[in-house]
């Protein structure tokens, strides 16, 4: 018997190479101008917002990431049979939970990657324009380390929920697909 690929499997490759290919530029070209879009809109809001404001704005920025982060993980690790159960039954839900899971490479990319990792860029710089404000009139030294403990902060923060955010999208997969795949239905009403 030959071994040889037959012709289809090697047009398969190659689709699905272009498709990779693609998939790259366009992670690339999001992660450019959504960061690019984030962080002017975050200094802007640093710089004219009260503290408090600009406080719950950073929070909100770690949040996402935190959010984002664990939808990246549920799609990544769910399993498919009950949505394909769903979807048999003509469930919009179930179809969309499938798409997902199908593509979970490109949505936990997105997810993980796009959003949250530049979640955890914009909220340092937020943090930074944050300490600038409050430091301003301080000594630079205590300055300096204030903006180091704050940023730090933002950090432990960022990290610390992200690592407890594994544990519920590991144990809750399939419910947050679910409600992932819900949203994502009423988006396209």
Same mark, same amino acid.
């Given at each position: 018997?030959?071994d040889? @690929?037959?012709p289809? +499997?090697?047009?398969k490759?190659?689709?699905?190479?272009k498709?990779n290919?693609?998939?790259?530029? /366009? &992670?690339?070209? !999001?992660?450019f =101008?959504? *960061?690019? =879009?984030? +962080?002017?809109?975050?200094?802007?809001?640093?710089s004219l917002l009260p !503290? %408090?404001?600009?406080?719950l704005?950073?929070?909100?920025?770690i949040s996402?990431?935190i959010i984002f982060?664990i939808?990246?993980?549920a799609v #990544?690790?769910?399993? =498919?049979a @009950?949505?394909? +159960?769903?979807?048999?039954?003509?469930l919009?839900t179930g179809?969309t &939970?499938?798409w997902?899971?199908?593509?979970?490479?490109k949505v936990s990319s997105?997810?993980n990657?796009i959003v949250g990792d530049?979640?955890g860029?914009?909220? $340092?710089a *937020? $943090?930074?324009g944050?300490?600038v404000?409050?430091?301003?009139?301080?000594d630079s030294?205590?300055?300096f /380390? !204030? *903006? !180091?403990a704050l *940023?730090?902060?933002?950090s432990a923060?960022?990290?610390?929920g992200?690592?407890? $955010?594994k544990s519920?999208?590991?144990?809750?997969n399939?419910? %947050?697909?679910t409600?992932? #795949?819900?949203?994502?239905?009423g988006?396209?009403?």
């Amino acid at each position: 018997m030959d071994d040889k @690929p037959s012709p289809r +499997s090697k047009e398969k490759k190659n689709t699905k190479k272009k498709g990779n290919t693609s998939w790259i530029v /366009l &992670a690339f070209s !999001l992660s450019f =101008i959504i *960061t690019a =879009i984030m +962080s002017a809109a975050s200094d802007k809001v640093v710089s004219l917002l009260p !503290l %408090i404001v600009a406080a719950l704005v950073l929070i909100t920025i770690i949040s996402l990431g935190i959010i984002f982060d664990i939808i990246g993980l549920a799609v #990544a690790t769910a399993d =498919i049979a @009950p949505f394909n +159960s769903m979807a048999a039954r003509r469930l919009k839900t179930g179809q969309t &939970a499938v798409w997902l899971i199908k593509n979970a490479e490109k949505v936990s990319s997105f997810c993980n990657d796009i959003v949250g990792d530049i979640a955890g860029v914009v909220s $340092g710089a *937020t $943090g930074a324009g944050i300490a600038v404000k409050l430091f301003i009139n301080l000594d630079s030294d205590i300055a300096f /380390l !204030l *903006t !180091l403990a704050l *940023t730090s902060l933002i950090s432990a923060f960022t990290v610390g929920g992200k690592a407890l $955010g594994k544990s519920v999208a590991l144990n809750n997969n399939v419910k %947050i697909v679910t409600a992932v #795949a819900k949203v994502l239905c009423g988006f396209r009403k």
